[in-house]
């Protein structure tokens, strides 16, 4: 009966399996290390799922290879940048503005020395800062003369920023009548005080003082 089923195309064909089933095999097993080429491989053919967990490491990433278009939004995160990595050459022109910058994320700390001068803050806030101060003062004589004038000056380079007015000596019949700074062209060099009898008679010994607090503006 196997005779009779037995013919040249059978055993052909048996024999063209067995070999194709063979070489498969052989070529599975036998392919030695770095046989497999770049060129061997299809186009696409090595996705995602097929790249084993961590094997793409840095020392295999060509350098500039990974630019802005091949980064998801959000993957690279503060957390995923080492310490010192984003220096200064780094940041372009203009990239932190006042929307990147979080709230209270500047702080005094992070200032340097001297890194606020007046070319970084605006014209009326810096007229408004003081440096330097210093206090001057100056009496009238001290007589019973009816009207006295006092006036205290600045050190050259300073401004008065603030200033006032007191009476010494015997007061019952003397009143302060003006209290103002000195102004000279635009700067204000010092601060006037001015003071006079008030009754009938003559007063005992008076004096008036001006003070003046002057800075640096």
């Known amino acids: 009966m196997l005779k009779r089923h037995l013919s040249v195309a059978n055993v052909l064909s048996c024999i063209a399996l067995f070999v194709a089933l063979g070489g498969v095999a052989y070529a599975a097993v036998k392919i030695p290390p770095n046989a497999v080429k770049a060129r061997n491989i299809a186009r696409q053919a090595v996705t995602n799922p097929k790249i084993k967990r961590e094997a793409v490491t840095s020392g295999k990433i060509r350098n500039g290879s990974v630019n802005a278009v091949d980064l998801g939004a959000g993957q690279v995160t503060g957390e995923k940048l080492g310490t010192g990595a984003v220096t200064g050459k780094k940041i372009a022109k203009k990239a932190v503005s006042e929307r990147t910058i979080a709230n209270e994320a500047v702080t005094i700390a992070k200032l340097g020395k001297e890194a606020v001068d007046a070319s970084k803050i605006s014209t009326s806030l810096w ?3 003081v440096r330097n101060v210093a206090y001057e003062s100056a009496s009238s004589a001290s007589d019973s003369e009816p009207n006295k004038t006092a006036t205290a000056n600045c050190p050259k380079g300073k401004e008065a920023v603030g200033g006032g007015v007191r009476l010494e000596g015997e007061l019952a019949e003397v009143a302060v009548t003006g209290s103002y700074p000195l102004s000279t ?10 003071a006079h009898e008030t009754g009938p008679g003559e007063a005992g010994n008076w004096s008036v003082v001006a003070f003046v607090v002057c800075a640096e503006l």
């Open 127 to 129: 007229e408004q800062l």
């Open 185 to 194: 062209g635009n700067s204000r060099t010092g601060w006037v005080a001015l």
